[in-house]
């Protein structure tokens, strides 16, 4: 993930931006995304919906802090729990302010 996103594509690793144009390339069939990657139409599901899930997190508060971005960002492709994603964003936000 980009320090400093100024466009979604910004947010984007190079597994991901793959997986982009992959599903593009298969005009966005996700059971031949999934032929592609060798894996099962939930996989592909499931990684597509957290795609979609920082997407969303960085057009609704791309105006929020870098670190709150980021959080939110890790939250929404699973790589924080829930109480620590809650705990990391009220720190996050005492010490913005």
Request: avoid cysteine; charge should be positive; aromatic fraction near 10%.
């Amino acid at each position: 993930m980009s320090e400093n996103a100024s466009r979604w594509t910004d947010l984007l690793g190079e597994d991901e931006l793959g997986f982009v144009k992959q599903f593009l390339l298969v005009s966005g069939s996700l059971k031949d995304l999934a032929g592609r990657y060798g894996v099962s139409y939930p996989t592909v599901r499931l990684r597509l919906d957290r795609l979609i899930q920082k997407i969303e997190v960085f057009e609704r508060f791309h105006d929020r802090s870098e670190t709150e971005r980021k959080l939110r960002a890790f939250y929404a492709e699973g790589r924080l729990l829930d109480d620590v994603f809650k705990s990391l964003m009220n720190t996050a936000r005492k010490e913005h302010k």
